[in-house]
Each structure stands twice: as C-alpha cells, then as structure tokens.
C-alpha cells in the first residue's frame, strides 16, 4: 500500500518540477542575448577652436553651433553587466568665427562625425541600470564648403547614463551623457635647440563636445 505521504512528496516534487520549467526557460530567453543595436537622437553642443595663430588667422575662435545630433550604437553583450560598443555619432551644424567686439561671421555648414569602439559597465541587476562609458576612435571634421577637404583626427569620449529593458528583455530604452573629445592642431610653433640641432613642433588645442541623447535598444 501506498504511504499519503509518499504521494503528497511526489505531487509536491511533480508541481516544484513543472513550475521550474517555465523558469528556466525564461532565464534561457533573457541570457541567450548577445547584441543590441541602438538607434538614438539628441543634442550637441560645444566644439571650438581659437585662431590667434601669430599673423597667420585674425584673432578669434572658430565655434561649432549647438544642434539636433543622431548616431547607432552596437553592442556586445559580456559577462558582469559589462558590453564592447562600436558608436557612429554625426552632427551636422553650422561653424562661425567669432571675435572680440563683432558680429559672428558664418561660415557654412560643417559636419562632425565620430567612429569609436569602446565599453560599457552596467551596475545592478534591476530592469533599469546605470551604466558608465568610454571609447576610443577617429573624429571626422567634414566642412561643406567647396575646395576644402574632410579632416581626420583621432578622439575619445567618457560617460554615463542608464538603460530599461522591458520585461521581454528584448526590447528597452537608453539615455546617454557623454562628453567628445578631438585634439587638432594648433597653428601655434615652438622651437627648441640642443646638441643634436633645433627642432620645430606644432602645438594642439581641444574641440571638446557635449552630448545628451536617448534611443531604443533592440536586443537580440
């Protein structure tokens, strides 16, 4: 004869089993992520130059104006919260050269575009979690004016924000704070001598840019 208690632990052990199935096939869902692509639209503001260039530029600064930015995020999904990104962000504004005691001048229009790989680290293990950034990569400064060509330079940026998943875990939303940074040349030269002869170098200044934006994270 059958003991009730060996019945009862069976069912209990039956019902524990067939409610862990549904879990784990969640957990299964959610951690088989791997990528996530971020379409995302902001604000830019910042980027300037100065041009006292010793005679060779009027004394002023060149100035980038503040405007409508919008780029993609790709994301590598690693262990601990923490994500590989490759970031294309492009700003497209106008430059004007501004000096001390007159109107600015405008120049044109004038485009900034940044091409960064970098890293991410999440913190916590809610749906909504801050998260801090850095990446590293090239600048693009594309001036739209006839005769002059596009410039490379390398950059690097720094930052934070947080990132909602909704309960599928597949699709979120993302909101960044992020600070560009650009050294360009100067214009500006120093010369040295010592034993071995003289030695000409150029100097470098910083268009640095801020950045705040949000976007949709699709992952998948």
Same mark, same amino acid.
């Given at each position: 004869?059958?003991? /009730? ?30 990528? =996530?692509?971020? #379409? ?19 004394? +002023?600064?060149? @100035?980038? !104006? ?14 601990? @919260?923490?994500?590989?990104? %490759? ?10 050269? &501004?000096?001390? $005691?007159?109107? /600015?001048? /405008? ?5 900034? @575009? ?5 890293? &991410?680290?999440?913190?916590? @293990? $809610?749906? %909504? !979690? #801050? ?9 693009? %400064? ?18 934070? +924000? ?6 599928? $875990? ?7 704070? !992020? ?5 360009? /040349?100067?214009? =500006? ?12 170098? =150029? ?18």
């Amino acid at each position: 004869m059958i003991r /009730p208690s060996l019945v009862l632990l069976a069912g209990a052990g039956l019902a524990l089993g067939l409610a862990a199935t549904p879990i784990q096939a969640q957990i299964v869902e959610v951690s088989d992520k791997r990528f =996530e692509i971020t #379409p995302y639209a902001g604000y830019q503001w910042g980027g300037s130059l100065d041009t006292d260039l010793g005679g060779v530029a009027p004394d +002023g600064s060149l @100035n980038l !104006k503040d405007s409508f930015a919008w780029g993609v995020i790709m994301s590598f999904l690693a262990y601990d @919260n923490g994500a590989v990104e %490759l970031t294309y962000h492009r700003q497209d504004t106008d430059i004007e050269f &501004r000096t001390r $005691g007159a109107a /600015p001048t /405008p120049l044109g229009g004038f485009a900034m @575009n940044y091409l960064q790989v970098g890293g &991410r680290q999440q913190f916590g @293990n $809610g749906a %909504l !979690k #801050p998260f801090a950034s850095i990446s590293l990569g090239i600048a693009l %400064l594309d001036p739209k004016q006839d005769g002059l060509e596009t410039a490379t330079r390398f950059s690097w940026s720094f930052g934070g +924000g947080a990132q909602y998943m909704f309960a599928t $875990g597949r699709v979120g939303l993302r909101t960044d704070l !992020k600070m560009w940074m650009t050294p360009v /040349p100067s214009g =500006e030269y120093q010369t040295w001598c010592d034993f071995y002869g003289c030695f000409v170098s =150029e100097g470098t200044s910083w268009v640095n840019q801020g950045q705040v934006s949000g976007g949709l994270v699709f992952a998948f």
